[in-house]
């Protein structure tokens, strides 16, 4: 019997190593170690700014760090009366028609550019990395540059001047880059069928590629409006004697000892959510718009 065994082909077993697919419908253990991380994560990112918008709520024997005490509004209230906390109605203002200001010509100038840029010329490579230089250079040096040339000038620095230039040269390569990727998935042949039915140049632009591009080009101005209202470096030396409200919260942390500087965090953090909303909202109800009408011709 030994003998016979021993002339038999070596078997081999089959292969025993642990699938990362599920065997019987569990999840595999990868997807709790990467839910794990994921949860980390958001609490890294969100963990801080919840803190922050909790004890915004206090009652006005609040302090700024825990435990909380009372639960009120009393810290918006306050954060309004300008003897106590500084301008931020109107510090809140200036920012609000700047970024308005700096999406318009975002939008302007990368659909433009996308434009141009749509077939080769002589130097576009050396216009491009033109373009895009200015976001390798620090923000503060940036802003510091530009408050200088408007000194040799003779130009006084102001929020709609140099602060709107030093803003845009933040704003404007994210938005040319996000204009290049949008443009590339237009398609020529929409255009050309326009051309083919009699249409102008100015036409084919505001009937048909304005139309294809809407959601592009509301995504380039949520970049725009979000960086300009979120500046602080590039406006240190650039705003003048008016304080944009980044800068108004700067100086807020130096002077301010109690939770209306939360109170404000809360407030701006509500502004940029509802502007994220309303991008989304629209890119939305255009693709809706556009679905309804491709099945109406159907």
Request: glycine share 10%; net charge positive; with cysteine.
């Amino acid at each position: 019997m030994s003998a016979v065994l021993a002339d038999m082909p070596e078997t081999v077993a089959p292969a025993t190593t642990k699938a990362i697919a599920p065997s019987k419908g569990g999840r595999p253990w990868t997807f709790y170690v990467l839910a794990t991380l994921f949860a980390a994560y958001v609490i890294a990112l969100y963990g801080p700014m919840f803190c922050i918008y909790v004890l915004s709520f206090q009652d006005i024997r609040g302090g700024l760090v825990f435990p909380m005490k009372g639960h009120s509004l009393h810290w918006f209230v306050d954060l309004f009366t300008q003897v106590r906390t500084g301008d931020v109605k109107g510090s809140f203002d200036r920012s609000i028609k700047l970024a308005f200001v700096v999406t318009i010509i975002t939008v302007v100038v990368s659909f433009l550019a996308g434009l141009g840029f749509r077939k080769r010329f002589r130097g576009d490579s050396f216009v491009f990395y033109m373009m895009i230089g200015s976001l390798v250079a620090p923000g503060l040096v940036l802003g510091l540059g530009t408050g200088l040339l408007f000194q040799a000038l003779g130009l006084n620095a102001s929020w709609y001047t140099s602060a709107l230039g030093a803003q845009l040269s933040w704003t404007l390569p994210f938005g040319v880059l996000v204009m290049f990727a949008v443009m590339s998935r237009f398609d020529h042949v929409w255009e050309e069928a326009a051309y083919d039915l009699g249409a102008s140049r100015w036409q084919s632009i505001r009937l048909v590629m304005i139309p294809v591009l809407a959601p592009g080009m509301v995504a380039v101005a949520l970049f725009g409006f979000t960086l300009s209202y979120d500046e602080f470096a590039r406006s240190l030396q650039t705003a003048g004697s008016l304080n944009t409200l980044p800068l108004e919260i700067w100086s807020m942390t130096l002077n301010v000892t109690s939770p209306s500087l939360y109170a404000l965090g809360t407030v701006t953090t509500i502004v940029s959510f509802i502007v994220i909303g309303a991008s989304l909202g629209t890119i939305v109800l255009i693709q809706r718009k556009r679905g309804s009408q491709a099945k109406g011709k159907e």
